[in-house]
Protein backbone atom coordinates (compact mmCIF):
# COMPACT_ATOMS: atom_id res chain seq x y z
CA UNK A 1 0.00 0.00 0.00
CA UNK A 2 1.52 3.27 -1.06
CA UNK A 3 1.45 5.87 1.35
CA UNK A 4 2.46 9.89 1.31
CA UNK A 5 3.36 11.62 4.85
CA UNK A 6 4.28 15.20 4.26
CA UNK A 7 5.97 17.32 6.14
CA UNK A 8 7.00 21.61 5.87
CA UNK A 9 6.15 24.41 7.52
CA UNK A 10 2.62 25.99 7.89
CA UNK A 11 3.67 29.58 8.15
CA UNK A 12 5.66 31.25 5.79
CA UNK A 13 6.36 35.26 5.42
CA UNK A 14 5.86 37.01 2.44
CA UNK A 15 9.15 37.07 -0.52
CA UNK A 16 10.09 33.67 1.68
CA UNK A 17 10.31 30.70 -0.12
CA UNK A 18 8.04 27.80 0.86
CA UNK A 19 9.41 24.28 1.32
CA UNK A 20 7.79 20.88 1.98
CA UNK A 21 8.44 17.37 1.40
CA UNK A 22 6.94 14.15 0.37
CA UNK A 23 8.01 10.90 1.73
CA UNK A 24 7.05 7.98 0.16
CA UNK A 25 6.33 4.33 1.60
CA UNK A 26 5.10 1.57 -0.73
CA UNK A 27 6.79 2.64 -3.84
CA UNK A 28 10.21 4.16 -5.19
CA UNK A 29 10.72 7.70 -6.35
CA UNK A 30 13.04 6.37 -8.85
CA UNK A 31 10.18 4.25 -9.91
CA UNK A 32 10.12 4.29 -14.29
CA UNK A 33 6.38 3.74 -14.28
CA UNK A 34 4.89 6.85 -12.35
CA UNK A 35 5.71 10.24 -11.19
CA UNK A 36 5.59 12.50 -8.71
CA UNK A 37 3.02 15.20 -8.33
CA UNK A 38 2.05 18.72 -6.40
CA UNK A 39 -1.06 20.18 -6.50
CA UNK A 40 -2.20 22.92 -4.23
CA UNK A 41 -6.10 24.10 -3.19
CA UNK A 42 -7.67 27.46 -2.11
CA UNK A 43 -11.11 28.67 -2.19
CA UNK A 44 -10.16 31.29 -4.80
CA UNK A 45 -8.10 28.86 -7.37
CA UNK A 46 -9.46 26.02 -6.36
CA UNK A 47 -7.33 22.39 -7.41
CA UNK A 48 -4.17 23.73 -9.31
CA UNK A 49 -1.36 21.38 -10.34
CA UNK A 50 1.68 23.15 -9.73
CA UNK A 51 4.30 20.20 -11.23
CA UNK A 52 6.13 16.69 -11.32
CA UNK A 53 9.08 14.87 -10.92
CA UNK A 54 9.68 11.40 -12.53
CA UNK A 55 12.23 9.22 -13.12
CA UNK A 56 12.78 7.69 -17.01
CA UNK A 57 16.15 6.62 -16.97
CA UNK A 58 17.10 9.91 -16.05
CA UNK A 59 15.12 12.56 -13.99
CA UNK A 60 12.51 14.92 -15.60
CA UNK A 61 10.86 17.70 -14.42
CA UNK A 62 6.81 19.78 -15.54
CA UNK A 63 6.07 22.93 -14.25
CA UNK A 64 2.61 24.78 -14.14
CA UNK A 65 2.90 28.17 -16.50
CA UNK A 66 1.78 29.90 -13.78
CA UNK A 67 4.71 29.13 -11.35
CA UNK A 68 7.36 28.08 -13.32
CA UNK A 69 9.31 31.01 -12.58
CA UNK A 70 9.24 30.26 -8.97
CA UNK A 71 9.24 26.56 -8.65
CA UNK A 72 11.78 23.51 -8.25
CA UNK A 73 10.30 19.85 -7.50
CA UNK A 74 13.53 17.60 -6.99
CA UNK A 75 13.57 13.88 -5.83
CA UNK A 76 15.99 12.56 -2.70
CA UNK A 77 16.10 8.83 -3.55
CA UNK A 78 18.58 8.68 -0.61
CA UNK A 79 15.44 8.94 1.70
CA UNK A 80 12.85 8.28 -0.69
CA UNK A 81 11.12 11.58 -1.13
CA UNK A 82 10.82 14.51 -2.97
CA UNK A 83 9.96 18.33 -2.43
CA UNK A 84 8.69 21.06 -3.28
CA UNK A 85 10.38 24.56 -3.26
CA UNK A 86 8.22 27.93 -4.09
CA UNK A 87 10.30 31.07 -4.22
CA UNK A 88 9.17 34.79 -3.21
CA UNK A 89 6.02 33.76 -2.36
CA UNK A 90 2.80 35.99 -2.14
CA UNK A 91 -0.40 35.80 0.37
CA UNK A 92 -2.14 34.24 -3.36
CA UNK A 93 0.34 31.14 -2.42
CA UNK A 94 -1.76 30.32 1.28
CA UNK A 95 -3.62 27.08 0.18
CA UNK A 96 -3.76 23.36 0.92
CA UNK A 97 -0.59 21.81 -0.68
CA UNK A 98 -0.83 18.09 -1.19
CA UNK A 99 1.92 15.58 -2.62
CA UNK A 100 0.64 12.72 -4.96
CA UNK A 101 1.49 10.06 -7.49
CA UNK A 102 0.77 10.15 -11.14
CA UNK A 103 -0.90 7.19 -12.28
CA UNK A 104 -2.11 6.69 -15.80
CA UNK A 105 -2.74 10.59 -15.71
CA UNK A 106 -4.52 10.44 -12.72
CA UNK A 107 -3.53 11.23 -9.25
CA UNK A 108 -4.56 7.30 -7.10
CA UNK A 109 -2.52 8.36 -3.82
CA UNK A 110 -2.51 11.60 -1.94
CA UNK A 111 -0.62 13.10 1.24
CA UNK A 112 -2.72 14.19 3.74
CA UNK A 113 -2.40 17.87 2.47
CA UNK A 114 -0.41 20.77 4.77
CA UNK A 115 -2.14 24.34 5.05
CA UNK A 116 0.06 26.65 4.26
CA UNK A 117 0.03 30.46 4.77
CA UNK A 118 1.73 33.48 3.94
CA UNK A 119 1.96 36.49 6.42
CA UNK A 120 4.07 38.27 7.88
CA UNK B 1 -4.96 27.35 -18.84
CA UNK B 2 -8.44 27.69 -17.86
CA UNK B 3 -9.98 25.38 -15.15
CA UNK B 4 -12.42 23.26 -16.61
CA UNK B 5 -15.99 23.85 -15.90
CA UNK B 6 -18.70 21.90 -13.38
CA UNK B 7 -21.77 22.71 -12.15
CA UNK B 8 -21.41 24.43 -8.65
CA UNK B 9 -23.68 22.30 -7.11
CA UNK B 10 -26.27 18.97 -7.63
CA UNK B 11 -28.37 17.07 -5.79
CA UNK B 12 -30.16 13.91 -5.75
CA UNK B 13 -32.47 11.06 -3.28
CA UNK B 14 -31.32 8.78 -2.08
CA UNK B 15 -31.25 5.21 -4.68
CA UNK B 16 -31.58 8.12 -7.45
CA UNK B 17 -28.55 8.91 -10.03
CA UNK B 18 -26.95 11.97 -10.73
CA UNK B 19 -24.53 13.07 -13.80
CA UNK B 20 -21.69 15.72 -13.27
CA UNK B 21 -20.92 17.63 -16.20
CA UNK B 22 -17.31 18.76 -16.55
CA UNK B 23 -16.59 20.76 -19.86
CA UNK B 24 -13.69 22.01 -21.19
CA UNK B 25 -11.48 22.36 -24.45
CA UNK B 26 -10.64 21.31 -27.53
CA UNK B 27 -7.21 21.84 -26.03
CA UNK B 28 -7.51 19.63 -22.90
CA UNK B 29 -10.89 17.31 -22.74
CA UNK B 30 -11.32 17.21 -25.83
CA UNK B 31 -8.11 15.82 -27.19
CA UNK B 32 -7.37 13.45 -25.07
CA UNK B 33 -9.20 10.47 -23.34
CA UNK B 34 -7.32 10.96 -20.14
CA UNK B 35 -9.87 12.45 -17.88
CA UNK B 36 -9.96 12.05 -14.17
CA UNK B 37 -12.66 12.56 -11.41
CA UNK B 38 -11.80 12.82 -7.54
CA UNK B 39 -14.23 12.83 -4.40
CA UNK B 40 -13.32 14.87 -1.73
CA UNK B 41 -15.15 14.55 2.39
CA UNK B 42 -14.64 17.80 4.26
CA UNK B 43 -11.25 18.17 5.15
CA UNK B 44 -9.70 15.00 3.51
CA UNK B 45 -7.40 14.86 0.66
CA UNK B 46 -9.19 13.94 -2.96
CA UNK B 47 -9.77 10.11 -3.67
CA UNK B 48 -9.41 8.68 -7.24
CA UNK B 49 -12.66 8.02 -8.53
CA UNK B 50 -12.40 7.11 -12.29
CA UNK B 51 -9.09 7.91 -14.96
CA UNK B 52 -8.72 7.51 -18.70
CA UNK B 53 -12.67 8.83 -18.51
CA UNK B 54 -14.31 5.99 -17.79
CA UNK B 55 -11.92 3.17 -16.01
CA UNK B 56 -12.22 2.84 -12.21
CA UNK B 57 -9.44 1.80 -10.08
CA UNK B 58 -9.56 -1.74 -8.26
CA UNK B 59 -12.13 -1.78 -5.75
CA UNK B 60 -14.14 1.10 -6.49
CA UNK B 61 -17.77 0.64 -6.76
CA UNK B 62 -19.23 0.24 -9.84
CA UNK B 63 -22.28 3.18 -8.95
CA UNK B 64 -19.73 5.44 -10.09
CA UNK B 65 -18.62 5.89 -13.85
CA UNK B 66 -17.60 7.96 -16.15
CA UNK B 67 -18.13 9.00 -20.23
CA UNK B 68 -16.93 11.81 -22.26
CA UNK B 69 -18.50 13.57 -25.61
CA UNK B 70 -16.32 15.74 -27.40
CA UNK B 71 -15.61 18.81 -24.88
CA UNK B 72 -17.83 17.51 -22.15
CA UNK B 73 -16.39 14.66 -19.40
CA UNK B 74 -19.16 13.61 -17.38
CA UNK B 75 -19.46 11.36 -14.08
CA UNK B 76 -22.37 9.61 -13.26
CA UNK B 77 -23.36 7.98 -9.55
CA UNK B 78 -26.19 5.45 -9.63
CA UNK B 79 -27.68 4.57 -6.38
CA UNK B 80 -27.11 7.44 -4.22
CA UNK B 81 -26.33 6.93 -0.58
CA UNK B 82 -25.60 9.46 1.74
CA UNK B 83 -21.91 8.88 1.99
CA UNK B 84 -21.64 9.95 -1.61
CA UNK B 85 -22.17 13.82 -0.54
CA UNK B 86 -19.25 15.15 -0.96
CA UNK B 87 -17.77 17.50 -3.32
CA UNK B 88 -16.28 16.10 -7.26
CA UNK B 89 -13.64 17.42 -9.39
CA UNK B 90 -12.79 16.01 -12.95
CA UNK B 91 -9.41 16.92 -14.15
CA UNK B 92 -8.11 16.55 -17.29
CA UNK B 93 -4.21 15.94 -19.29
CA UNK B 94 -3.99 19.46 -21.16
CA UNK B 95 -1.08 18.19 -23.69
CA UNK B 96 2.57 20.04 -22.83
CA UNK B 97 2.89 17.78 -19.98
CA UNK B 98 0.27 20.15 -17.61
CA UNK B 99 -2.98 19.70 -16.21
CA UNK B 100 -6.12 21.49 -15.62
CA UNK B 101 -8.81 20.83 -12.68
CA UNK B 102 -12.27 21.23 -12.85
CA UNK B 103 -13.96 24.41 -10.46
CA UNK B 104 -15.85 21.42 -8.20
CA UNK B 105 -18.94 20.17 -7.44
CA UNK B 106 -20.39 19.97 -4.69
CA UNK B 107 -23.10 16.82 -4.12
CA UNK B 108 -25.93 16.77 -1.69
CA UNK B 109 -28.12 13.84 -1.11
CA UNK B 110 -31.73 14.96 -0.04
Known amino acids: QVQLQQSGPGLVKPSQTLSLTCAIS??????????WHWIRQSPSRGLEWLGR?????????DYAVSVKSRIIINPDTSKNQFSLQLNSVTPEDTAVYYCARGYNYGYDYWGQGTLVTVSS | QSALTQPASVSGSPGQSITISCTGTSSDVGSYNLVSWYQQHPGKAPKFMIYEVSKRPSGLSNRFSGSKSGNTASLTISGLQAEDEADYYCCSYAGSSTWVFGGGTKLTVL
Open chain 1, 26 to 35: GDSVSSNSVA
Open chain 1, 53 to 61: TYYRSKWYN
